[in-house]
């Protein structure tokens, strides 16, 4: 008897050994809204280049034109509970977040670095990131995607009696939403978590930017 109980405590012990093996093998992952979905579209050319009124002499924003977009360079249903938490370090850490790794919520702008490497859609597209430290409030941002590129130009022009610099080319920008009104954020994606079936538009458009200079009475 003393033989047998002996085999179980030994036979129980490797049963809890196995266990707490399972339980630490089991991955970590981003803390969101249960069954949390949402659909990322890298797309071009749904912004407005935006600029400014001659008249007026009043600055133009970029708007959004787009709509939930019919065509696009790519489409991703990012499964948000499935992004473990190794993953989302990554992805924060890919563009500088100084909290990477300890932020365990997903933002609008680690949606769209998953979308850009996701290789299940589509082949991954590479990017560069940053973070913004001058601005309030702090954030990060991707400045460049592999394969779109545009032609940076700048000259100086006088609209009325004060100067500017315009500054031409094509960017990124971001639009999100749920149902079918997208808008831009105020801030930079990464001040705004997801939300369960949210769209997000990462597009890359033309844009006209205007800063004044100086003032003349010529």
Same mark, same amino acid.
């Given at each position: 008897?003393?033989?047998? %109980?002996?085999?179980?405590?030994?036979?129980?012990?490797?049963?809890?050994?196995?266990? %707490?093996?399972?339980?630490?093998?089991?991955?970590?992952? !981003?803390?969101?809204?249960?069954?949390? #979905?949402?659909?990322?579209?890298?797309?071009?050319?749904?912004?407005?280049?935006?600029?400014?009124?001659?008249?007026?002499?009043?600055?133009?924003?970029?708007?959004?034109?787009?709509?939930?977009? #019919?065509?696009?360079?790519?489409?991703?249903?990012?499964?948000?509970?499935?992004?473990?938490?190794?993953?989302?370090?990554?992805?924060?850490?890919?563009?500088?977040?100084?909290? !990477?790794?300890?932020?365990?919520?997903?933002?609008?702008?680690?949606?769209?670095?998953?979308?850009?490497?996701?290789?299940?859609?589509?082949?991954?597209?590479?990017? *560069?990131?940053?973070?913004?430290?001058?601005?309030?409030?702090?954030?990060? @941002?991707?400045?460049?995607?592999?394969?779109?590129?545009?032609?940076?130009?700048?000259?100086?022009?006088?609209?009325?009696?004060?100067?500017? *610099?315009?500054?031409?080319?094509?960017?990124?920008?971001?639009?999100?939403?749920?149902?079918?009104?997208?808008?831009?954020?105020?801030?930079?994606?990464?001040?705004?978590?997801?939300?369960?079936? %949210?769209?997000?538009?990462?597009?890359?458009?033309?844009?006209?930017?205007? @800063?004044?200079?100086?003032?003349?009475?010529?």
């Amino acid at each position: 008897m003393e033989k047998v %109980m002996k085999h179980m405590r030994k036979a129980l012990s490797l049963l809890l050994v196995l266990a %707490m093996v399972v339980c630490f093998a089991v991955p970590a992952f !981003a803390a969101s809204p249960e069954g949390a #979905t949402v659909t990322v579209y890298i797309t071009e050319d749904l912004f407005t280049k935006g600029g400014i009124d001659t008249a007026t002499g009043k600055k133009i924003d970029q708007e959004y034109i787009g709509g939930i977009p #019919t065509s696009y360079i790519k489409k991703v249903e990012v499964d948000i509970s499935g992004i473990s938490t190794t993953e989302l370090k990554t992805l924060k850490a890919s563009y500088n977040n100084p909290d !990477a790794e300890t932020q365990t919520t997903v933002n609008v702008l680690d949606a769209i670095a998953y979308a850009l490497s996701d290789t299940k859609s589509g082949a991954a597209l590479g990017y *560069t990131g940053g973070w913004d430290t001058w601005n309030t409030p702090n954030g990060g @941002y991707i400045s460049s995607v592999d394969g779109y590129t545009g032609t940076p130009g700048s000259e100086s022009v006088k609209i009325g009696t004060t100067w500017y *610099t315009k500054y031409t080319g094509s960017g990124w920008n971001i639009a999100f939403g749920t149902g079918t009104t997208l808008t831009p954020p105020e801030y930079y994606g990464t001040y705004y978590d997801v939300t369960n079936g %949210m769209v997000i538009v990462f597009d890359f458009s033309e844009y006209e930017l205007y @800063y004044a200079d100086r003032k003349s009475v010529v």
